[in-house]
């Protein structure tokens, strides 16, 4: 297990929109693309539940400064998320997500390796992607990014609390799930961020939380609606894919979890790397949920590895230097 520590750096890039995708069900996903489009490899990153596209900013910020051979990047906004269109309660599924997500790799991104990096919510629509689409993800997927998530719901969720405290609150949570997800459209708790504000501090972050980082968080928060809230939370709560990332092979993996992660704990990222025979740990003591913002360098430099590693010509050269060692420790 890696250790490691760091701090909150927000950077602000610019973003290239690219014309909105409209999925198979009508739903408008708003995609935007950085870097080449003949780059050697392709990065997608998904984000978690009410939040947007705006969580990986550093890392794209990041990429982008690795010269000639730099990936390209697409980040989108989830259905009923941020800029694209609202979702109807049947499609706020995981299952949905993951198609949602073959149809940006169909229109954005039709060859070549791929690196798909996914934040709570997301990196479940990937394992989602890689159990409903299996050949697609066999064929394509040269590396993966699992931060904050789980592959096993809310086995391990206890929000900090004690045990019979958690379970209580997380019963009141699934039944207001419920009422929020038949509430459509409407976003009332624009109006209520200043008193929700500790509140998702407290849920999202660790020991330390800049006021950039929060109001990010805060602002992709605002623009869910009700029905992206609570729908989606059956589904975050009752998926199991260990099996599926059992069966990944040897895909490059790193797998990060801040310490102090109220949402989905170090025991969740310790599931997922134990099912993945080549996924490297990564536990970031006093950091919360919310990574990439929180330690955008540890981030960064966890998806820069993996997309070296994925780099055709490198893999190649990686590839013959562990063939070389292995002779050695044979010899």
């Given at each position: 297990?890696?250790?490691?520590r760091?701090?909150?750096?927000?950077?602000?890039?610019?973003?290239v929109p690219?014309?909105?995708?409209?999925?198979p069900?009508?739903?408008?996903?708003?995609?935007e693309?950085?870097?080449?489009a003949?780059a050697?490899?392709t990065?997608?990153?998904t984000?978690?539940?009410?939040?947007?596209?705006?969580?990986?900013?550093?890392?794209?910020?990041a990429?982008?400064v690795?010269?000639?051979?730099?990936?390209?990047?697409?980040?989108?906004?989830?259905?009923?998320?941020g800029?694209s269109g609202a979702?109807?309660l049947?499609?706020?599924?995981?299952?949905?997500l993951?198609?949602?997500?073959?149809?940006?790799?169909?229109?954005?991104a039709p060859?070549?390796?791929?690196?798909?990096?996914?934040h709570s919510m997301?990196?479940?629509?990937?394992?989602?992607?890689?159990?409903?689409?299996?050949?697609?993800?066999?064929?394509?997927?040269?590396?993966?990014?699992f931060?904050?998530?789980t592959?096993?719901g809310?086995?391990h969720?206890?929000?900090?609390?004690?045990?019979r405290?958690?379970?209580?609150?997380?019963?009141?949570?699934?039944?207001?799930?419920g009422l929020?997800?038949?509430?459509g459209?409407w976003?009332?708790?624009?109006?209520?961020?200043?008193a929700?504000?500790?509140?998702?501090?407290w849920l999202?972050?660790?020991?330390?939380?800049?006021?950039?980082?929060?109001?990010?968080?805060m602002?992709?928060?605002?623009?869910?609606?009700?029905?992206?809230i609570g729908?989606?939370?059956p589904?975050?709560g009752?998926q199991?894919?260990?099996?599926?990332?059992a069966?990944?092979g040897?895909?490059p993996?790193?797998?990060?979890?801040?310490?102090?992660?109220?949402?989905?704990?170090?025991?969740c990222?310790e599931?997922?790397?134990?099912?993945?025979?080549?996924?490297?740990?990564?536990?970031l003591?006093?950091a919360?949920?919310?990574?990439?913002?929180?330690?955008p360098?540890?981030?960064?430099?966890a998806?820069?590895?993996i997309?070296?590693?994925?780099?055709?010509?490198?893999?190649r050269?990686?590839?013959?230097?562990?063939?070389?060692t292995?002779?050695?420790?044979?010899?």
């Amino acid at each position: 297990m890696l250790i490691t520590r760091g701090y909150t750096e927000v950077v602000r890039i610019t973003e290239v929109p690219m014309p909105e995708l409209l999925l198979p069900d009508g739903v408008r996903l708003h995609v935007e693309v950085h870097g080449p489009a003949d780059a050697p490899v392709t990065v997608v990153l998904t984000h978690g539940w009410c939040q947007d596209r705006h969580t990986w900013q550093n890392q794209v910020a990041a990429l982008r400064v690795l010269g000639a051979g730099r990936p390209r990047v697409i980040t989108y906004d989830t259905r009923g998320h941020g800029r694209s269109g609202a979702t109807r309660l049947g499609g706020a599924t995981l299952s949905q997500l993951a198609d949602d997500l073959a149809e940006v790799l169909r229109h954005h991104a039709p060859s070549g390796p791929v690196v798909l990096g996914g934040h709570s919510m997301g990196g479940m629509a990937i394992m989602e992607y890689a159990h409903t689409h299996p050949d697609a993800f066999a064929e394509r997927v040269a590396g993966l990014l699992f931060v904050s998530t789980t592959a096993e719901g809310h086995a391990h969720t206890s929000y900090g609390l004690p045990a019979r405290l958690a379970t209580l609150l997380r019963a009141g949570e699934t039944v207001g799930a419920g009422l929020l997800a038949r509430s459509g459209s409407w976003r009332p708790h624009r109006a209520m961020q200043p008193a929700l504000r500790p509140v998702v501090r407290w849920l999202l972050f660790g020991d330390e939380c800049d006021e950039a980082s929060l109001d990010l968080a805060m602002r992709s928060f605002g623009r869910a609606s009700l029905r992206s809230i609570g729908g989606f939370r059956p589904a975050v709560g009752a998926q199991q894919r260990l099996d599926t990332l059992a069966a990944l092979g040897d895909v490059p993996a790193a797998v990060l979890v801040g310490q102090r992660d109220r949402l989905t704990p170090p025991a969740c990222a310790e599931s997922i790397a134990g099912a993945l025979p080549f996924a490297e740990l990564n536990v970031l003591p006093g950091a919360g949920h919310m990574l990439p913002l929180e330690r955008p360098r540890e981030v960064s430099a966890a998806l820069t590895a993996i997309v070296e590693r994925a780099t055709p010509g490198r893999r190649r050269a990686a590839e013959r230097e562990q063939a070389a060692t292995d002779l050695r420790e044979a010899a």
